[in-house]
Every structure is written in structure tokens, then in C-alpha cells.
């Protein structure tokens, strides 16, 4: 349904429209999972992450909350295909209270 993925509150530029600096993010393999991580200069800023991934050239995200500083993937998608599908890049983007969103920062794989 059109509540499937979880989504952001969209930006109030009236209130402020400056977006938090983008995190500083680095990855690292682990069996079969792709731990990303990141940090950031300002936390205060920060009310949430999203962190973006693609497979077969189509982005995925996952919005997290203003505490985590990593999340871990599997470095293959499953879907429909008996093939697995490897994930290419990565993207992480700190987000403000009032929804302004940094700059992505796309690291390929």
C-alpha cells in the first residue's frame, strides 16, 4: 500500500532552509553483510539519517533516527531473480527537524 515505506516530513523552508553538513561516512565488509557507518561535526543538527543504497540501479533507503550511526545490508538483494543482485553504491544524508537535507555524498562500491 502507499504506507509501505516509511517516509520523511517534507522541508519547512519558511521556518529555516539550511541543511545540516553532510556526514563523513566510510563501509566495510563483514561475511556477507556491508556495515556503513558515519559521523558527524555537528550532531545537535541532526534529527535523522537516511541512508541510501542501489541495486540494479534502483535506490533503496532506510530512514533512521538521530542516535545510530551505522546500519549494516547485505551486500546482495534478493527480490524475484534467483541471481542475487550486489548493491553498487551507498549514501547517507543527515536530515534537520525542520526536513532540510544535506548533500548526498554517493560512494560506489
Given at each position: 500500500g502507499p504506507y509501505r515505506k516509511e517516509a520523511l516530513v517534507p522541508a519547512s523552508p519558511w521556518l529555516d532552509?539550511?541543511?545540516?553538513?553532510?556526514?563523513?561516512?566510510?563501509?566495510?565488509?563483514?561475511?556477507d553483510s556491508l556495515l556503513i557507518s558515519w559521523t558527524h561535526g555537528q550532531p545537535d543538527d541532526v534529527f535523522r539519517w537516511v541512508v541510501y543504497y542501489k541495486a540494479a540501479n534502483r535506490?533503496?533507503?532506510?530512514?533512521?533516527?538521530?542516535?545510530?550511526?551505522?546500519?549494516?545490508?547485505?551486500?546482495?538483494?534478493?527480490?524475484?531473480?534467483?541471481?542475487?543482485?550486489?548493491?553498487?553504491?551507498?549514501?547517507?544524508a543527515a536530515v534537520d527537524r525542520l526536513g532540510n537535507e544535506s548533500v548526498l555524498k554517493e560512494i560506489q562500491l
Open positions: 532552509n539550511t541543511a545540516p553538513e553532510a556526514p563523513q561516512v566510510t563501509n566495510q565488509t563483514q561475511n535506490w533503496e533507503y532506510q530512514i533512521l533516527n538521530r542516535k545510530d550511526r551505522s546500519l549494516a545490508i547485505k551486500k546482495f538483494t534478493g527480490g524475484s531473480k534467483p541471481t542475487p543482485i550486489p548493491v553498487t553504491a551507498i549514501a547517507v
